[in-house]
């Protein structure tokens, strides 16, 4: 099923036969499906581009020239990192290294480097791809989450937790407000997402799978949003990362305004205008009245924002530069 999805994703990006997808479970190659020529292929390649560990080296790919790890769980990634033999092996295998941690290495952010450089970068975003004739909005602020993705993580003597722990932080937004939220948000590790307390509090949830199952539905979802409210992961909060969302990138592209909690990313990119952040429940309720009040401004502004911040283009280019390239 995932790899007849694959397929039609491809499809629908124009990619042709220029791709290829391994099968580790039973070894069968996608795309290119003869094996000897998606080697071949490898080893013709100058760059790879290892998204979140996606990519675990075998001698096949370990042998590219040039391999840039590109980390997208900043303070998880580096915890499992420092102390960690095998992991530690795997991510210094590559010879340079990126975070979506902008904060990473600088003063107040408690990210540990595990003695390596670490690059901050943004998640790229084919900018037409979000283009085309205005949808109407629904009229509610919307997200995309897991209530919780994994377990917490001790590092030093400190947790560093999920949005969980956060979004509690600011469960009686909707009564404060009185704004309407709608959230596709997964069930949590152990389903622990607490769904009567969260409805009871006035957020409308929705189940990401029955909603969102593909990236059209996605794509819908987020041109139908009046705007994007969300909190981030504890610990990328806690640590000062400067993580910001490739979801709100999208949400921006589209023309929708963001109101996103900091983890330290305003300190890298600008905010106010189509992008506010917060850090308090008061902050937050500000936040959204503002764009409220002068909604049209915010929508321009976010669409210029994620021209001039996350343009798919830009960003490749400038990370290339960077890996030397």
């Not at 790890?69 to 303070?75: K, N, S």
Request: hydrophobic residues 35%; negative net charge; aromatic residues 10%.
């Amino acid at each position: 099923h995932n790899v007849s999805y694959l397929a039609r994703v491809m499809e629908a990006f124009e990619m042709g036969d220029r791709w290829i997808y391994r099968n580790g479970a039973d070894e069968t190659y996608h795309g290119i499906r003869d094996p000897r020529m998606a080697e071949q292929v490898l080893k013709e390649t100058d760059v790879l581009v290892n998204v979140s560990g996606a990519c675990w080296l075998r001698p096949e790919t370990a042998a590219i020239r040039k391999k840039l790890f590109m980390d997208g769980d900043p303070m998880f990634t580096q915890i499992a990192l420092v102390g960690h033999s095998e992991t530690e092996e795997r991510i210094r295998a590559h010879e340079s290294h990126f975070s979506f941690g902008l904060n990473i290495g600088k003063p107040g952010c408690k990210v540990p480097t595990g003695g390596l450089t670490w690059h901050p970068t943004v998640q790229p975003v084919e900018i037409e791809r979000w283009s085309g004739p205005e949808e109407s909005g629904s009229g509610a602020w919307t997200t995309v989450m897991n209530w919780s993705s994994y377990k917490p993580k001790e590092f030093e003597g400190e947790t560093y937790g999920q949005k969980d722990s956060e979004f509690l932080k600011f469960v009686d937004l909707p009564e404060k407000t009185r704004e309407p939220f709608v959230l596709a948000m997964g069930q949590g590790v152990g389903k622990s997402r607490p769904t009567d307390l969260l409805s009871a509090k006035g957020w409308k949830i929705v189940e990401p799978d029955e909603v969102l199952p593909d990236f059209t539905s996605y794509h819908t979802f987020l041109k139908g949003s009046k705007a994007e409210w969300s909190v981030a992961k504890n610990g990328y909060v806690k640590s000062r990362s400067g993580w910001f969302s490739c979801r709100s990138a999208c949400y921006l592209a589209a023309g929708r305004p963001v109101v996103v909690q900091d983890t330290g990313w305003s300190e890298s990119l600008p905010q106010g205008d189509g992008v506010l952040a917060f850090s308090e429940h008061d902050e937050a309720a500000d936040a959204i009245r503002r764009v409220s009040e002068n909604y049209a401004h915010h929508c321009e502004a976010a669409r210029a924002y994620a021209i001039k911040h996350f343009d798919a283009a830009t960003v490749c280019n400038d990370f290339l530069e960077t890996a030397k390239i």
